[in-house]
């Protein structure tokens, strides 16, 4: 079953999240807070949104995205920032309902189109998008400001 998260959901998107980033590698970067999250997905300003994917009475997977904008298209687009289901519960559909989801709001929404992005080496998601009928787009390259270069950029003249 997927349905959109509450308030009581942060500290299992927290867990997911983290979980999501010892898949990927990547768990030294991990470094938010719940309380803050919670304000983030929940607060008088809303940054993002989250679906859950549930087993039973058991949270599995999650799929937490934002808009944007296409000057091109002329219409908001949908991103998702992060997907991810369980290794035990994976090859159930519990990622595919979820795109399902996500694919009926951003129609539902008049988005032009959804995007995310997906770590070269991560081969299964990989054909798993494909197969779904989605497209690399490898002409181009994500650029990212964080921390100390963020910091100077934002103090510059």
């Known amino acids: 079953m997927i349905r959109p998260a509450t308030l009581d959901d942060v500290p299992a998107i927290g867990a997911l999240i983290r979980a999501l980033a010892d898949y990927e590698k990547l768990a030294h970067q991990v470094v938010f807070d719940e309380r803050r999250l919670g304000e983030h997905l929940f607060g008088p300003t ?3 949104e989250v679906l859950m994917a549930e087993e039973g009475a058991e949270i599995v997977g999650f799929a937490l995205f934002f808009h944007n904008y296409s000057t091109f298209l002329g219409r908001p687009g949908m991103y998702l920032e992060d997907l991810f289901v369980k290794p035990e519960h994976r090859g159930k559909g519990h990622g595919k ?3 399902v989801e996500l694919a009926r709001l ?9 995007e995310w992005s997906v770590l070269n080496w991560n081969e ?5 998008y494909q197969a779904l009928g989605a497209e690399a787009m490898d002409e ?4 990212r400001l964080t921390g100390a270069a963020l910091q100077k950029l934002a103090e510059s003249k």
């Not at 299964?124 to 798993?128: L, S, T, V």
């Not at 181009?140 to 650029?143: D, F, L, S």
Request: net charge positive; with cysteine.
């Open 140 to 143: 181009w390259t994500v650029y």
């Open 97 to 99: 309902a979820l795109l």
């Open 106 to 114: 951003a129609v539902e929404r008049g988005c032009g189109r959804l």
């Open 46 to 48: 809303r940054f993002a």
């Open 124 to 128: 299964p998601a990989i054909r798993f």
